[in-house]
């Protein structure tokens, strides 16, 4: 028997996100918006509170002082934060990169733990002007001079790369092997000499925080600043992103793509032309019944790939999959809640203008949507349709 019954913990827990966000985080959106810049007073009193309720770091385990959720529990959480902004979410919720659970003793009490404790902000660069879906093509580099790496290269792109207080930076260290053993991940800090936030660069959407160009000019790092082991980099960050992207846009693109529609369920009802409620109309009708549709299938796998990663199955097509179906149906169903309000969707009164912005870039980032196809035939040619677990 397959049983789809949610546990009561888990209700509790997901009624507990919804209320906190919808009481404590969502006020602060329109002024994020309008200004670029969360209130800090007002962040710095939610974000203790979030903390006091547990609701930081909820991916992380337990014994380094995260939520310990599973991944099932954390992609419902998720959820409700995707009916959120992603700048709220960063500041209030934290965004802690599992790949920091690679760092050793020492590591920890720097990087790893005041990370988790809200205390530091930590960026992930990859991205180069050069290299971006072929990551496997950057030319930041590092190479060992006595007891110190030397790190050479530009990032761009980088989330938080403006105000982190470190950054896990992806470079060659063997040209020749590249992502077979030649890719270390670093750990930089803000203010080492040499490196450099060029400027941030403005974006569609994602207001509230910020993307940076970094630039490391003979950047001189201890031997021991590596994360994880040298020439594992491109390994780690492949095994470690399955969750961040289930959970980060799989998950959050179920809350972003549900709140629009029950907006578009409540104005259909109270909005009248015609003497009567628009959603009487057909063409209203369909907009709601395509959108509940596509939800519910996203939701379904972001569920059926939560599970499979909680059972430790090897789940990177699926997550390929789901990465831009997600996305995709985010995209769909905004763009229909802005139809199905005429003109007032189009309106800055309303949160759906920015959420279409906000919206459109998880088809870019992490990944494009042509990459994950890409991989997902690939895996389906090679393997069938079995490669997507749902076999018996
Ligand atoms: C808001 C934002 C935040 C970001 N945050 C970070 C961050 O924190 N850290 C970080 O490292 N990066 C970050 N990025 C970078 C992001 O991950 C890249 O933009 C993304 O991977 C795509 O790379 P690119 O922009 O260089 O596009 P390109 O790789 O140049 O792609 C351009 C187009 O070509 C297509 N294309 C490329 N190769 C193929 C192929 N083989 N087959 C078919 N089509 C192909 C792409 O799908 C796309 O349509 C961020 C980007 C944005 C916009």
């Keep these: ?55 930081f770091a909820l991916n992380m385990p337990e014994e380094v002082g995260g939520g310990g959720l599973s991944c099932v529990d954390h992609c419902f959480v998720e959820e409700e934060l995707g009916k959120t902004s992603d700048a709220l979410i960063r500041r209030i919720f934290g965004q802690v990169y ?17 990370t988790v404790r809200g205390e530091k902000i930590c960026a992930m660069a990859i991205t180069e002007p050069g290299a971006g879906s072929d990551a496997a093509s950057i030319s930041t580099h590092a190479e060992l001079d006595g007891d110190e790496w030397v790190l050479n290269g530009n990032k761009h792109f980088i989330s938080d790369g403006d105000i982190a207080d470190y950054v896990i930076v992806m470079a060659l260290t063997d040209k020749e092997r590249r992502a077979r053993g030649g890719i270390t991940l ?46 594992n980099g491109f390994k780690l960050i492949m095994n470690t992103v399955a969750e961040i992207r289930l959970a ?18 409540t104005y259909a009802a109270d909005r009248h032309q015609f003497g009567k409620p628009i959603g009487d109309f057909q063409m209203v009708q369909k907009m709601i019944a ?15 790939t939560a599970w ?12 390929s999959a789901v990465k831009f179906a997600a996305s995709e149906m985010q995209g769909r169903v905004v763009d229909r809640a802005i139809q199905v309000f005429g003109g007032m969707g189009f309106t800055r009164e309303l949160p759906l203008e920015r959420m279409y912005r906000d919206a459109r870039v998880t088809r870019i980032y992490d990944g ?25």
């Design 248 to 265: 980060h846009i799989g998950a959050r693109a179920v809350g972003m793509a549900s709140r629009a529609l029950e907006m578009m369920r």
């Design 98 to 114: 599992p790949m920091l659970l690679e760092c050793r003793e020492d590591q920890r009490e720097k990087y790893l733990l005041p």
């Design 186 to 231: 670093f750990l930089v800090d803000k203010g080492t000499p040499g490196f450099k936030v060029a400027r941030v660069q403005p974006m569609m959407g994602h207001h509230g925080y910020g993307h940076a160009e970094l630039v490391f000019d003979n950047v001189r790092i201890p031997r021991d600043a590596v994360l994880g082991e040298v020439g």
């Design 308 to 319: 499979e990663i909680d059972q430790r199955r090897d789940v990177r097509t699926k997550v």
């Design 1 to 55: 028997m397959i049983d789809f019954s949610i546990p009561e913990e888990t209700r509790m827990l997901v009624d507990t996100v919804r209320r906190f966000v919808e009481a404590e985080v969502r006020p602060l959106e329109a002024e994020t918006e309008e200004t670029g810049r969360i209130p800090a007073d007002r962040l710095a009193v939610v974000k203790r509170k979030a903390q006091d309720l547990g609701l």
């Design 368 to 392: 494009t949507s042509e990459i994950h196809r890409m991989l997902v035939a690939r895996g389906v040619i090679k393997n069938g349709f079995d490669i997507l677990g749902l076999g018996v």
């Design 290 to 304: 395509d959108s509940a549709a596509e939800i519910f299938g996203v939701k379904m796998m972001v569920l059926n």
